[in-house]
């Protein structure tokens, strides 16, 4: 029998009335005829509470010892929800991370998923129980629980639904899919039937808070399909044959490609340029070790081949939290990397026109360009990759740029 | 080194301040050059709500789910704890019951313990680790965690200082010890340096709420000396040589034996009184087979030799919570019982005279009576056993009556 795994989110468990109306979303798949694993996230706001009581005592703490606190949030959401189930008339049990075993490195409170040893869990759920999955967490070799970071439930659903070979992992969330953009920007803005991993990547990374950036890479490499939809629609009222969310598989399942599927948007970015930086061999790496020493993740990079090829001008993006302290490593260093000036901003925006169609297709980001031009709005910087272009331009513009590019590519209709 | 076990209840951890002077209680322990185990139980109020959200959504839920959402508010006191005894320099590490394992039997929701096997721990704390536990739960046969019930943590804590072979098990709570009687009531009650352990089993079971009678028949079987303290005190102004609070001991540990060491009472309890039952072969049981069907305890049974060995009367008493359910359990079987009147009331309460010293002197039960008549107290039925006397009387009199034992035993020097 097909196998399928539903995973829903901490406001979709907030309480017990939600967390009844779960149950009957799973009554319904399990009427349908599938077996059901559900990985379940803590009640929201609970996570939230015990990092703060472990902050309070320990600052810098023991990263096993949050795990131990942290985990017990999940793990009352996955009993509760059993006995929500039990009381509908489904057969039931929970599974804490340790019991399954889903196990994972040593790196406590950020682990990575090792393996899912689920042969008990895949007989009981072959007798008809459905397996209620404490998700965030599992067992690192030293016997202690390890969670998996935040947003992990989403890994940890993809990570299951791959060890069950299910049919597709079903993750249940306050949005009914993913959109051309953001519909609170443009209200044009079209729910995506399918989306490719790799479209979906660049999406999560760039600013589309639906799916946890890992979960996507998962399920990727394991080939999961995986499906956004929404816990608030009511249970009972929706078709198991065409359920309304968007569909995030591989390329080959999309029949009807477009040049591109969607404008994502970064208001977190903050620029930084050096300028007439002496242009020699291991200038980058003086530039980009220091910061990533300084635990600085730097995004859009873009190095001018320069006029008189003896010094160039660098720029790039670090998250706005790190503006400041990324400005003082570099300036403590401006004797060894070599630049005249530092320049940067903090009111800039990253838009980013996202489509696996682009690699067939010339002419997409000329496209792009002249249409901002046309509407005067200002480049400050560039980058590309295959599927992706990623524009930097001033904050204020953001929403007159998405919505542009939105019409521009034709998402609109 | 000698081995010591800290208990500490909901109370002693209610908040991240509370947790850290727990800390320094552990902390002068250390210093003092014990191998210390802590069991934690739940932040107050923790355990209510978990229990509170299980009810609501199934009355009569499977009691593995019920443990696995439980015995999770154990599990973030002892990560707490042991992150709050890092901070102040100690090496600590928690323990969930399954990672000990502490195994227990399949009773899921009230089970009780099997084994304690703690090799690892023991050399962890060898290395100079203290241990923190989560108590009122281990690991049951079907490798799910299991909960001891109501109070289990003292029950843990024995078990563990059973299993580490340890010098003493500090019971920590909101009293520094264990009275002669209730200070509410007597204000010249004593704290007891020593009690026994039938005496406490007594006492426990008498309304004395101390200590979970669980943990002292639990103390009696393995030996092990519990100590009760307060968690109030300052921690760094305790002696660790002469600690103030209540020894439970083997009596041979106790020198100067008291005839009567206590005054229990308890109003939690209802008579009834059935008059000119048949007295025949088979009759207490006709009348208690079916109260213990419908899960109702009896306490005190007293049966008189009748006047015309044809009838008798029976009296005895049931919790006031089952007083009503009681009386119809009996009505409806009053023909297959053969009674002619039931009488009952609520307005009672039971007094008793414990004492390990009553086995070798007489007229102690004579003593209790006489005085009990000199105030006009009206004795209603009296049960003893070697250590105890029980005597039902109107509850108006309860404080008098303690009062006045509490005087004619020399207990208010």
Not at 147 to 173: H, N
Not at 351 to 362: D, L, Q, Y
């Amino acid at each position: 029998m097909a196998r399928l795994v539903m995973k829903f989110g901490g406001t979709s468990v907030a309480d017990i009335p939600r967390i009844r109306n779960v149950a009957q979303h799973v009554k319904r798949e399990v009427a349908a005829g599938y077996e059901v694993a559900v990985v379940v996230s803590a009640m929201s706001g609970v996570t939230n509470q015990l990092v703060g009581w472990v902050r309070e005592i320990a600052p810098f703490h023991d990263a096993r010892e949050y795990d131990a606190v942290v985990a017990s949030g999940e793990q009352v959401t996955s009993g509760l929800l059993a006995l929500a189930l039990q009381e509908i008339g489904i057969n039931a049990r929970s599974w804490q991370g340790w019991q399954i075993p889903l196990r994972t490195d040593r790196q406590h409170g950020s682990a990575r998923i090792e393996a899912v040893e689920c042969d008990p869990m895949i007989e009981r759920m072959a007798q008809g129980q459905v397996a209620v999955i404490a998700g965030f967490q599992g067992i690192a070799p030293d016997d202690r629980i390890a969670t998996l970071g935040r947003g992990g439930s989403d890994t940890s659903a993809v990570a299951i639904a791959a060890a069950l070979s299910a049919e597709r992992c079903d993750i249940y969330t306050d949005v009914d899919g993913v959109y051309t953009t953001d519909p609170r920007i443009e209200s044009k803005a079209k729910r995506l039937d399918k989306v490719s991993f790799e479209e979906m990547l660049e999406m999560a990374s760039l600013g589309a808070k639906v799916l946890q950036v890992r979960s996507v890479e998962l399920a990727m490499v394991k080939g999961v399909r995986t499906f956004v939809r929404s816990s608030f629609d009511k249970p009972d009222s929706i078709s198991t044959d065409a359920p309304v969310g968007t569909l995030i598989c591989d390329e080959e399942e999309i029949v009807e490609k477009k040049t591109v599927t969607g404008i994502a948007y970064s208001k977190d970015e903050a620029q930084l340029s050096l300028r007439r930086v002496a242009d020699k061999p291991g200038v980058a790496a003086s530039v980009f070790v220091p910061l990533s020493e300084a635990n600085i993740n730097v995004d859009m990079i873009v190095q001018n081949v320069s006029e008189d090829s003896s010094t160039t001008d660098l720029t790039f993006t670090v998250p706005i939290a790190d503006y400041d302290r990324a400005r003082k490593v570099l300036e403590d260093r401006k004797a060894e990397i070599g630049f005249q000036l530092l320049q940067g901003s903090v009111d800039v925006a990253k838009v980013s026109v996202i489509g696996i169609g682009m690699r067939s297709h010339a002419g997409v980001a000329a496209e792009a360009f002249s249409a901002l031009a046309k509407r005067g709005i200002n480049i400050r910087a560039i980058t590309t990759s295959e599927i992706k272009i990623s524009i930097l331009i001033d904050a204020p513009f953001t929403e007159l740029a998405v919505r542009t590019l939105h019409s521009v590519y034709g998402l609109d209709n």
